[in-house]
């Protein structure tokens, strides 16, 4: 990725350093190497839900800066699979929601009925929908991958590992800034920045907005072939002829070879022609970005000390092509024609990246967010903290689900009020970290509800039409946590979590689903 601001930093290091180390080399020969020089950065983390040394907690966790999702590409929590050990991120495309795994177990249910494996959390507060996942990522302090079962502290729905992407605090220190500009393939374009306004000694805002558009990689084709050709345009339409009929077996693709249903009967002569395939244009076909994002968050912690508030209000839109599943052309190469041949034989090409359609692409995605965090000093050995969290996601979508490659046409629609909107709150009891043993105590409540319209279209023969309004989830917790320190290098936690989710749908009387009591021995840890 070509980074200008990357450019325009290194043309003045570069004039710099040969100063700069002449400065320190006379410097050095002067003074003695001050300790602090020497010491290691002490990362900072919330894995346990309060802040602890990164090399002092005992879980199996990467954390990753801003600069270094920079440098790596990171826009989103999808595109962190090559970043964290035993995480892989898929696309259910036709949810247009990404389904995460972590050391191999996932869900693949990202319906409103199903919970994800591995929670996605945002300064660590739930989101429930995984299409949040999809969010842009910009001004964060850093990202923390939590592997292995967090459902004491996070949930059930962290089974198997949790992503808390934890955004940049306002800062008291000054007013300053930063943009970053970045091109690169595909006609790759990437503005974003930050402004810290510090209105005075106790209180600072931090805006922060980040936009991407791209053009899609595939090499995407339009084809008139196909039994649904209402959503094509008429020069697709009237792209030139190359068989007078599919009987001839001329064409790259299933439907050049096979339109059975174009009137067989020969009655119509002009209908039964066989016709190329149309380019698309990659800047609105499927696997394209358009996104921007845009956060406000402020700080307030007054000088008396007793307890600081940060609130983050966010906005995302996305109006894109969305996605779609691909042949995997590799798995296939050389695979008989008798088993039905590799990718040459049903697609123009032998690439996996590439789509022949007949429905155009549409991803329309606008999520809301609203995150307060309390934290108040009750006394010198207790805190209370409070989080309290609100989303609201709008979407509709359009996708080809067929793919030309069965001439059995389909499509998926969802319309315009499907969506989901959840409200969360969190509190919680802290102990200090100066005694021998050092909790956690809390409970926790959160409220979703869920709104479903859409139908799947086979022009042929069959429908399937959904309208699922206001199905709506309750969900009490109260868990618990403690560490005791039986010798200066050897701990022991124990947790215990209880929970009851009562679901209720329109319409009828609230289903009360106790959860039972877990206990669980969480280890012992030897401090080295």
């Known amino acids: 990725m070509y980074k200008l601001n990357a450019i325009t930093l290194a043309m003045l290091m570069a004039g710099a350093l040969p100063a700069m180390a002449a400065q320190s080399a006379s410097d050095n020969d002067n003074q003695p190497v001050a300790e602090s020089d020497r010491a290691i950065e002490v990362i900072s983390v919330t894995a346990t839900k309060r802040r602890t040394a990164l090399m002092e907690t005992p879980v199996a966790i990467m954390v990753l800066t801003q600069e270094q999702l920079r440098q790596s590409g990171i826009h989103s929590i999808k595109d962190m699979a090559d970043l964290v050990p035993g995480l892989d991120i898929s696309m259910a495309t036709d949810q247009a929601a990404p389904v995460i795994s972590m050391r191999g177990v996932r869900s693949t249910n990202i319906t409103e009925l199903g919970d994800p494996a591995v929670g996605v959390h945002l300064d660590g507060i739930y989101s429930p929908r995984m299409q949040g996942a999809l969010a842009l990522m910009y001004d964060v302090e850093r990202v923390e991958a939590l592997r292995g079962p967090q459902g004491t502290l996070f949930g059930r729905n962290s089974t198997v590992g949790s992503i808390n992407v934890i955004s940049a605090k306002p800062d008291f220190s000054g007013t300053f800034g930063n943009v970053n500009l970045e091109a690169g393939r595909f006609n790759t374009r990437s503005a974003g920045g930050f402004v810290n306004l510090p209105v005075n000694d106790e209180f600072a805002i931090r805006i922060a907005a980040k936009g991407l558009k791209r053009d899609s990689y595939l090499e995407g084709y339009w084809d008139p072939n196909q039994y649904d050709t209402r959503r094509l345009s008429p020069e697709v339409l009237n792209a030139p002829v190359i068989s007078e009929n599919s009987y001839q077996g001329i064409g790259s693709t299933v439907t050049q070879r096979e339109n059975w249903w174009i009137d067989s009967a020969g009655t119509d002569p002009e209908a039964q022609r066989v016709r190329a395939l149309t380019p698309a244009n990659k800047k609105d076909f499927y696997h394209n970005a358009n996104e921007y994002s845009y956060r406000i968050s402020a700080l307030w912690e007054p000088s008396h000390g007793r307890f600081s508030n940060h609130t983050v209000f966010q906005q995302y839109s996305n109006n894109s092509g969305g996605s779609l599943d691909l042949v995997n052309c590799d798995q296939l190469r050389g695979r008989p024609d008798e088993f039905g041949g590799d990718c040459s034989s049903f697609l123009p090409s032998d690439n996996t990246y590439q789509a022949v359609v007949n429905v155009p692409g549409e991803l329309k995605l606008d999520i809301t967010y609203l995150r307060n965090n309390l934290n108040y000093n009750l006394t010198d050995e207790l805190s209370l903290v409070w989080q309290l969290g609100y989303e609201n996601m709008d979407r509709a979508s359009a996708q080809d689900s067929e793919v030309g490659l069965d001439p059995w046409d389909g499509a998926i629609y969802f319309l315009k009020g499907t969506g989901a909107k959840s409200y969360s709150t969190e509190l ?37 039409f959904w309208d699922q309004p206001d199905r709506s989830t309750k969900a009490y917790a109260v868990f618990g946590q403690g560490t005791y320190k039986l010798t200066d290098n050897l701990h022991g936690t124990l947790a215990i979590a209880t929970a009851m989710k009562p679901s209720k749908t ?23």
Do not use: H
């Not at 200090?432 to 479903?452: H, M």
């Open 428 to 464: 919680q009891l802290q102990s200090d970290e100066f005694s021998d043993l050092v909790w956690i105590a809390g409970v926790n409540y959160f409220f979703e509800k869920t709104t479903t319209l859409g139908y799947y279209d086979n022009p042929m023969d069959d429908k399937a």
């Open 506 to 528: 329109r319409g009828a009387a609230p289903i009360v689903a106790p959860m039972p009591m877990v206990v669980r021995l969480a280890g012992l840890t030897a401090l080295c």
